[in-house]
């Protein structure tokens, strides 16, 4: 079993920045891969950026040069660096891990290789 408790929203102006925060705990190995992932109200939840336990990244279009995703191992502690927000960047985000045995070997944004979730963190950006 794997929790996830997600910290660090908020709600902040466009341009400008928050750091999320995903606290992990139990089985490493379902650990593979770490992700975060976002839903808008109204839309369907997409991936915004991945991380694998080789350190390769993945990050959607919409983010990419903006956002930063990062873990440290000894914390057991995952974190979204979200710089430059826009108003469409508003939305639920979510910590996502994923294993080989869910289909997660490489770092990825496919939803459904992702077994276990956090509750979510609001990020809200106005403009």
């Known amino acids: 079993q794997v929790q996830l408790v997600e910290s660090g929203g908020g709600s902040v102006q466009a341009g400008g920045s928050l750091r999320l925060s995903c606290a992990a705990s139990?089985?490493?190995?379902?650990?593979?891969?770490m992700a975060w992932f976002r839903q808008a109200a109204g839309k369907e939840r997409e991936g915004v950026a991945s991380?694998?336990?080789?350190?390769?990244?993945v990050y959607a279009d919409s983010v990419k040069g903006r956002f930063t995703i990062s873990k440290d191992n000894a914390k057991n502690t995952l974190y979204l660096q979200l710089n430059s927000l826009k108003p469409e960047d508003t939305a639920m985000y979510y910590c996502?891990?994923?294993?080989?045995?869910?289909?997660?070997?490489?770092?990825?944004?496919?939803?459904?290789?992702?077994?276990?979730w956090g509750q979510g963190t609001q990020v809200t950006v106005s403009s």
């Open positions: 996502a891990a994923g294993s080989p045995a869910t289909g997660c070997w490489l770092a990825s944004l496919v939803l459904r290789w992702y077994g276990y």
């Open positions: 991380i694998d336990s080789d350190g390769r990244e």
């Open positions: 139990g089985n490493t190995y379902s650990r593979y891969c």
